[in-house]
């Protein structure tokens, strides 16, 4: 036991307690402690293993720059990688260790620590090479050891939101620097986001006994501001993603974990300065922690991260931290790896100022000494003692010498003070190297980003540090630049002499800053180290780019409670609850409908069902819901001409009530969609397009008014699509079964014939009727208001019975309409026929002036050879259907074309569209597109069938593109 | 997440929007199209005649400075807009309405 409880924590209510359990353990803590903060105070030191070498790891800072300590959570909330120094501690919770088994301070994997010599940087580059075929073996057993943490087995679910929100400024950060930013911008009249990832405002001020009294200022602005209507405080909310346009995404923690998508004019960023550890040998043992967090515990927490504290480095961070630490009653030696005079820089380059111990270098010590520190000027940490913990350390001097032995259990490593710019790096914000300080600076900001505080460099002295990577040993002794992931100086030095120069590929090679903690404490040093050894200014190093988020988030935050149904709402019809009540199996379909596919009786398979539903059709009448089809209105003294434009097709000669197919092209000539147009009156028009097409063709038909069509003001497009709802009674029986239903019209073939329009009231709801057919047989398409929809489908249900009626789904649809050679978008509408390949010429009028499509159409038609044209297939082998999307392939020459035949090496002429089995025909039928296909009627041709892992052929027979009723006599009787 | 002014709903985030690609005179129905490519201080789409069928259906100008193109405010007042916009800083120099109705916006 090392730690312990001392009075006087400013964060913490040590009038109550808090139990929690950590790798079995039972700990005490207080409201206000962090699990970080609760199990330094209970006296565990080692809270995990290290990623590679499994060495005891304990807690080394205090906020977001901790690169050990992940824990894994059990309780209350089952989450893996959960960062201890920034999750506070609630009563019952349960942790385990991470990457250790059976517990951190006993794990069956530490011996792997003896073999680091086989195992640096980049080994894995170098090993598993053969026996190739291994490599499955070593992958599950790598899967096995690395990683940290377990998934939950059940699916665990962070209660989430999202808000998006507009603000003139966003200020990230309530520190000093970002509270007078706040304070600016609110002052100036401007709606202000001001985000924080703490719990309450202060930053670094909270952590350091060193300005109380500027503490207290901040709280009062920070309560000025909240009673401000335009200033939007949002406590314990990180901003994790700065990307362009201002626009930054935060993630809240609460009951209720929100994800803001924060779109700002002005972003300023006071993100703070986090302080940097010294690389020494020995410098990852349990113990071994920064300056700023022994202090922040001491101070914020009331815990005491050991008895005998050794103060290693220089500065503020240094000063404060011993005498903090004797305020406290440990025992203070203070290490200060700088000598006037010294060598202090391994590339021996500019010496650094006030070499000569003028009386400003001097008065940081004598203030330690007066406290009672005992203070090694000029010396360096050789070697640290103690492998489960800090037990003892060697100083050795900079200038030659007897080497001094102390007996420590906690080091404070302060290294200086490097800012902190993730969200600068993310939005492309470039940086420098400032020497004197020893830190990165923002140099150019990214138009509306700004830097303040610290994190822009202000209050970083100018101290002559030694370059903190700088120190002896560091190469021959083990001394760690990345802990989380065991990147040691060595392996650093190991990359550069394999010839990598870049940070970038350094960062790669050895992994250097791509742990969880993104490099926070590790890049800088990294780059400084790398900078030593190649002999240039550390400028030209640079830092690696950082990339969004800044801190892991899990993805049901960023989903904000999107998940399961909400991701992709489905639409459903006015009729779907009778669908599921009369047991139909609903498909997805185009636009995200769900559509009833087949009913199937109880006991019925999926084959028994389709028969039974297109027999239905064919000899009695069947019943379908269209509602999802694209329906749309057009109207306005231009509308006539904006239709002309977009079909095809010619439209201005319909009479009123009257309808035609229409189809649109694109500017290529190719099919864009295809379905009906009738004209209600003068200026009036109705549009139906594919259901999946509806959205595409509204802001196509948007686009050609707008921009294409002069004076394209005086027409209008309405989508009406969920408006009526859409019945289709089609079959042998479906006059007699509506005319039992519908008043005030005369049904007859003579009074309503094919491809025309009538209004009229079914079952007391007005409608309206169009006879227009999609499965080839008598068919009446009835259109109601969409609410009425389940009214009349229900009565048109109760008189069907006495006709056979059947309702039918969308398969039986599919079967209906291909025996009948009709088109179906994404089958024979794929994107490259033309409607000259499809057989529609006739529902091309070349002759028109101007329609889209039309000059990319006459020259296909022109230059085009071979191009693909829509035939049928009929299989010679009696089999049952093609696949859809098979390939044509020729039959050889001096073959009959009957047999199976090999696929491979052949060029492919074609493919299948569409394939079913006909009930009308008694055999499979198919439709595809064949080059040349019109011209090859009756000769035989291969399609390609799966065997296997490989391709087979069977024989087919091309005929013309339907299969019933050719003149289509039924459907206009 | 460009911020774009649209000249009937005002400053609307680029979500509710769909970007119709650059300017061009389409080859069928072109009497709209050039009347609504014309924005002002940006060149238009390109009067030459390609020498292909494909550089005149496809062939665009992607330039550098001010391009002129066409947005669609598909989840506001399903306007088409003319914009006139800097690719590269993502300025947005002037935007107005593709349909001149009478007493429709200017944008600018």
New interface residues.
Partial sequence: MSGWRIAGGTGIDASRTVAFEFDGMRCAAHPGDTVASALLASGVRIVGRSFKYHRPRGIVGIGWEEPNALVQCLHPLAAPGVLATTTPVVDGMRLRSVHAWPSARHDLLAFLDAFHPLLPAGFYYKTFMAPQGAWPAYEKVIRRLAGLGRLPATRVRYPGRRR?AWFDVVVVGAGGAGAAAAARAAAAGSTVAWVDDGAEPGGRLLGSPHDPQALAALRETARRLDAMGTVTRLPATHAVTL???G?VACWQRGEIHTWW?I?AREVVLATGAIERPLVFPGNDRPGVMLASAVTGYLHRYGVACGRRLLVFGRGHDALDCALRARVAGLSVDWADPTEPGGPVDMRDANSLADRDGSADQRAPYERAAQAGVTVHAGFTIAAVHGRAGVRGVDLAPLAGGARRSLAVDVVASAGGRTPSLQLFLQAGGRTGWDDARRCVVPREAP?GVSVVGAAAGDGISAVPVPTPWALPGIFTGRAFVDLANDVTAADIALAVREGYRSIEHVKRYTTLGMGVDQGRTAGVNGAGIVAGLLGVPQDQVGVTRARPPAIPVPFDVVAGGEAGDLVRPVRRTAITDWHLAHGAVMVESGANWRRPAYYPRPGETFKQALERECRAVRERVGLYDSTPLGKFEVAGPAAERLLE?AYANRVADLAPGRGRYGLMLR??GRLLDDGVVFRLDASRFWLTTTSGNADLVH?WL????????????EALVTPVGAQWTTLVACGPSARSLLAGCTEGVDLSAQAFPFMAMREARVAGVQARIFRVSFTGELSFEVNLPARQGVRVWEALWAEGRRYGLEAIGSEANHVLRVEKGFLSLGHEVDGIANPLDLGLGWAVKLDKP???????LM?AAQSDDGRPQLVGLVPRDGGGPFEEGAQLLRVPEGSDGSEARPAVGRRSVGFVTASVHSHVRGHAVALALLEDGRSRHGESVDVTVQAGTGLSTRPATVCAPFFHDPQGKVMRG | MMRIPCPWCGERAESEFTSGGEAFVPPDGADGASQACLAGDAPGPRAFAPDTWAERLYGRDNRYDAVTEWWWHAHGCRQWLVAERDPVSHRWLRVRPAIEAPGSGDGS
Avoid at chain 1, 702 to 713: F, N
């Fill in positions: 998006n990307a362009d346009h626009m998508r779109q138009a434009l500017d290529d802001g948007e686009q050609l008014r707008q921009l294409r069509l002069a004076g394209g003001d101007a329609f889209v499509g039309r000059q990319g020259r």
